[in-house]
């Protein structure tokens, strides 16, 4: 996949923000022309005291919702990078990131000033369970 490499970059990040608990969420969005699947939500969860992704499929007419580990999580998403999406946000307490595909799939990361002041309850419980 031609996007793994930039698409990774970005998911260090994320992965990052899980880490150190400033994670809030992830969204996949700006899709290209009028397609089904509309957006992808993803959020921390806790399966069976484990730290996990649930990434929420929302299409036109329903949601699916899938529970993945956090490094599987990464396949599943690459797998609609540049088809549909041609966007990723990372919102954390610190910053919003941005990884954006133009129309010549030109990839760019912008960095701005943070939409959420909390992180992800769920995230903050657990990284609370590790100490």
């Not at 595909?101 to 959420?116: C, D, G, Y």
Request: proline share 3%.
């Amino acid at each position: 996949m031609p996007f793994k490499e930039t698409f990774s970059e970005f998911y260090s990040k994320v992965k990052l923000s899980l880490e150190v608990g400033t994670f809030a969420k992830l969204t996949l969005a700006k899709t290209i022309g009028n397609t089904e699947l509309m957006n992808i939500y993803v959020r921390p969860m806790m399966d069976e005291e484990v730290l996990k992704l649930e990434l929420k499929f929302k299409f036109q007419k329903e949601e699916i919702i899938e529970i993945h580990s956090i490094d599987k999580a990464f396949d599943r998403l690459l797998e609609f990078i540049n088809n549909p999406f041609l966007s990723a946000i990372l919102f954390t307490t610190e910053f919003d990131l941005t990884f954006k595909l133009n129309k010549k799939r030109a990839m760019s990361m912008v960095e701005q000033f943070p939409t959420f002041g909390n992180a992800s309850e769920v995230l903050l419980v657990y990284l609370e369970k590790k100490l």
